[in-house]
């Protein structure tokens, strides 16, 4: 048992390994889909690098990691 900051007894869930069941097929489907939204990201992202002047396409990344910054 551990207890919480009142004081109150609070139970800890612990998964055992052998508890775990994953479906390989289904992971391999997931990582498969997701390297292929990858590559196409990068595609889309250098399209619009060369489609887009250094001028406006970094003053939207400086919002963008401003705002990341600032907690906007």
């Known amino acids: 048992m551990k ?3 009142n004081k109150r ?3 800890v869930f612990r998964m055992k390994a052998k508890d775990v069941k994953i479906d390989l ?3 391999k489907k997931f ?3 997701n390297a292929k939204e ?3 990201f990068i ?3 250098v399209n619009y690098i060369k489609t887009h002047s250094d001028k406006e396409w970094s003053s939207q990344q400086k919002v963008l990691i401003d705002s990341q ?3 906007e």
Do not use: M
């Open 31 to 33: 990582k498969e889909q």
């Open 3 to 5: 207890y919480d900051t």
């Open 43 to 45: 595609d889309f992202w």
């Open 9 to 11: 007894k609070t139970e």
């Open 38 to 40: 990858r590559l196409e």
């Open 25 to 27: 097929e289904e992971l």
């Open 69 to 71: 910054i600032s907690g």
